[in-house]
């Protein structure tokens, strides 16, 4: 069923009230074609649990929010299984829901927001781990030519918080289902970040899969805000990805910055520390909206902040880490 003129505020988690022309809720395949056959010619707007987007005015379209559930088995053996899942389930019930079943994989991804048919679009990832690692396939729509197609590993191409459905193909797919699989025979991922000591402080020697995903979520819940009470999408920024040759002029000048090994000779550098070091951690305007006080890669809305606004703050920043630190911020959040 079709509404109009509904207030998406409690659909994102930035909580920003902008106004959506139209709206349907879609839970099988035959309710996508059966309301893209009538409305099929307006501007669209796929949501999943609307954490990883920015609305910076009303919608002049129709949003689809994507809300097919399921959970089955696909294949199983002694050593593993493949679990699919609908575009519609929440992420992390998922995850618990797979750990609750002694399926392992997918533990250091605990607490993420959003729904599962939204985890491929940027390959989310945490804590050591990027669902490319456990990914197996998924079924999307063609929005356009109104048919199925089952996209495996190499289809995708997954990066850093990058696949085929943000960049060649935006826009034109509906993900309905993804495929994971999972280990019956665990190999725990500890080593990143604080996972360990965190570990250490619940008194756990030999962790499980349920003791790994409970420290993250400590982690998580002790750095990151809270949607529910204070607006945000997580970290607004990707972590930039620079030459050996600019992290050695860095160093000269910043001896301690921050930095991890990426692909083809490359280092990550921290957007979090970059933006802190540019003044910008903690900075709030009217009491609003701004800068987290504890994490500055989070833009944060306190109170009634609009879209724009936000997005506007975006650049300032991006203009003054370019000008102190000659790196480029790439926006992580979808702007619409
Ligand atoms: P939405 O925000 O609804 O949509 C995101 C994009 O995907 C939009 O462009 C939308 O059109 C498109 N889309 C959504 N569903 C579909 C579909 N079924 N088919 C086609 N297109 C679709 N991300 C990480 O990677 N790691 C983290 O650690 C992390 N931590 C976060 C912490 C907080 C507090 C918050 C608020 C966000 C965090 N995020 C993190 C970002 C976010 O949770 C993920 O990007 C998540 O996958 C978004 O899911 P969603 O369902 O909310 O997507
Ligand atoms: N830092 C600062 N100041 C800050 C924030 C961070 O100096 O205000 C420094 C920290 O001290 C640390 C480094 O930056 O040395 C990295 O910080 P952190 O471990 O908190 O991770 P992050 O780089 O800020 C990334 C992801 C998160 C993910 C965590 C854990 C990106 C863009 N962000 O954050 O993902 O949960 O690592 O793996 O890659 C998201 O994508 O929305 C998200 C939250």
């Known amino acids: 069923m079709i509404q109009y003129k509904v207030s998406l505020k409690s659909l994102n988690t930035f909580g920003i009230d902008a106004i959506a022309d139209s709206y349907a809720l879609i839970q099988s395949t035959d309710d996508i074609s059966q309301i ?4 099929g010619e307006k501007e669209l707007l796929i949501l999943g649990g609307g954490s990883n987007i920015l609305l ?12 097919i559930q399921g959970f089955r088995i696909v294949e199983e053996s002694e050593v593993d299984v493949v679990v699919e899942a609908g575009a519609g389930m929440n992420w992390h019930q998922f995850v618990m829901r797979c750990i609750d079943c002694n399926y392992g994989g997918l533990e250091n991804l605990s607490l993420i927001p959003g729904n599962v048919g939204a985890s491929p679009m940027q390959n989310i990832g945490a804590y050591g781990v990027e669902i490319k690692d456990v990914f197996t396939y998924l079924d999307a729509y063609h929005i356009k030519e109104k048919k199925s197609k089952r996209f495996y590993f190499d289809d995708c191409k997954f990066g850093y918080r990058e696949s085929i459905f943000k960049n060649e193909l935006k826009g034109e ?6 495929a994971f699989r999972l280990s019956k025979k665990h190999t725990v ?18 962790p499980t899969i349920k003791n790994v995903s ?10 990151l805000p809270d949607p529910n009470k204070i607006g945000n999408a997580g970290s607004f920024f990707k972590n930039p990805i620079v030459s050996m040759e ?3 002029k860095l160093q000269n000048k910043y001896p301690d910055i921050p930095h991890y090994p990426a692909p ?8 979090g520390w970059l933006i802190e070091q540019s003044g910008w951690k903690g900075k709030t305007y009217d009491n609003r909206y701004g800068v987290h006080k504890l994490q500055a890669l989070v833009l944060v809305n306190y109170k009634d902040a609009k879209g724009d606004e936000i997005l506007a703050l ?4 991006i203009k003054d880490v370019q000008q102190k630190f000659n790196v480029s911020l790439e926006r992580e959040v979808n702007i619409i």
Request: with cysteine.
């Open 173 to 178: 797919y509906l993900i309905c289902r993804v």
């Open 214 to 223: 409970q420290a993250v979520i400590n982690i998580r819940q002790s750095k």
């Open 189 to 206: 991922k500890t080593s990143y970040g604080a996972i360990e000591d965190e570990l250490e402080s619940m008194g756990i020697n030999h």
């Open 264 to 271: 083809d000779h490359k280092v990550k550098l921290a957007a």
């Open 246 to 248: 600019l992290l050695e």
């Open 36 to 39: 893209l056959e009538k409305h």
């Open 314 to 317: 975006s650049s300032q920043i």
């Open 56 to 67: 910076t005015k009303d919608f002049n379209g129709l949003v689809l929010k994507n809300d």
